[in-house]
């Protein structure tokens, strides 16, 4: 059934044009591939800026603000550490960076078949691969369900007289598009797509905090007199200290310290036999240094934007503390919000970004 506060046609009309854009890309990319490097590793021609975007891009899916947004709302500010652990496994990117532009194979199980002479290691590596991304990959259309339904406004639809979930209908249609610009334009394709979405990414960053700030104002402030700037004062008066302390410090907490450092030690080892590395990690870098350059900073640019989910997640904590929706669902919080707090367009245009954050990762590990 739809909601009060449904997206509009101007909402729907931003996100079909999404669409349109990406496979126009996909479309054009086609007509530069002439051999089988050029599909699978853009020729190794690529130079900082489309390297960093690819990084960022790869290792930043629709998941990570939704999930944000869940743990800020459940656990505070340190809920941020369900995804800036990887923070202090970004710089030992500027030394794996470069194995991967040295190895010179299209992938990670090819290295494995000449370094270990194997064929069944290279035949076991890329079964891993295909599971590793079934699972990652269904991770994140999982959290575009839970974001689209608050925001479309339907949680089901009807066809055929049988009523489907919103997700039926959406993750399959994702799905399709990312399908179409993949395989015709390999991964020049994603990473110039990378490009865009990785500016969508930086934008849905950021846009549900100034009006969620102005929200705070209007709810709890005096709208003559404070500023949208005294809705940060605001968001503390109306919450606990406690939810302000970037490491958990009681023994109930979700993220304590020795769990942010068994993380991080896991992710440290774990990373570099990742399958999408080979392409993203710098091995479709044109040099060393693009490679060094574009992994590193846009690993760091990931982080960057974890702020901002942060904050989303306590502007909607102060704002929705007492939502029976998000108190049984947390996982919503992101959707809820953009629901409640972005006028008409904005709404289909946060939509279009948490799409872009699920594309842009799932196209290169479909390429990979």
Not at 174 to 184: E, K, Q, S, T
């Amino acid at each position: 059934m739809p909601a009060a506060d449904s997206m509009t046609t101007l909402d729907f009309l931003v996100l079909i044009g999404y669409f349109v854009l990406m496979i126009g890309i996909g479309v054009y990319t086609s007509r530069k591939i002439h051999k089988q490097e050029d599909y699978f590793l853009g020729g190794r021609s690529f130079g900082k800026l489309l390297q960093t975007f690819a990084a960022f891009g790869a290792g930043t899916g629709s998941s990570d603000p939704v999930q944000t947004g869940r743990t800020t709302f459940t656990s505070g500010m340190s809920g941020m550490w369900s995804v800036m652990s990887w923070l202090f496994v970004t710089p030992f990117y500027w030394i794996t960076g470069v194995w991967y532009r040295r190895m010179r194979h299209l992938t990670l199980g090819d290295w494995f078949v000449e370094r270990y002479e194997s064929k069944a290691i290279g035949v076991a590596y890329t079964i891993f691969g295909l599971l590793f991304f079934m699972v990652y990959g269904s991770m994140f259309f999982s959290a575009i369900g839970k974001v689209a339904a608050p925001m479309v406004g339907y949680d089901e639809v009807t066809i055929g007289g049988e009523a489907y979930p919103i997700e039926y209908i959406l993750v399959p249609a994702i799905g399709f598009v990312v399908l179409i610009y993949g395989i015709a334009g390999g991964l020049e394709a994603a990473y110039y797509t990378d490009l865009i979405q990785g500016l969508c990414i930086i934008l849905l960053s950021v846009l549900l905090v100034p009006f969620g700030l102005n929200k705070l104002v209007e709810q709890f402030g005096t709208p003559g007199q404070d500023g949208i700037l005294d809705g940060f004062r605001i968001m503390h008066e109306q919450l606990p200290g406690e939810f302000f302390t970037i490491v958990g410090a009681s023994g109930a907490s979700e993220f304590p310290l020795h769990r942010i450092i068994a993380v991080v030690i896991i992710s440290l080892v774990g990373i570099v036999v990742q399958p999408h590395f080979i392409a993203t990690g710098g091995g479709s870098a044109k040099t060393e240094t693009n490679a060094r350059v574009g992994l590193v900073t846009g690993n760091f640019l990931k982080r960057f934007c974890t702020i901002g989910w942060v904050l989303t997640g306590l502007i909607a904590l102060a704002l929705y503390s007492n939502n029976q929706e998000l108190i049984a669902d947390p996982d919503k919080t992101w959707g809820v919000a953009s629901r409640d707090l972005l006028p008409s367009g904005f709404t289909g245009l946060m939509l279009a970004c948490l799409l872009a954050a699920l594309m842009s990762s799932v196209d290169a590990y479909m390429v990979v």
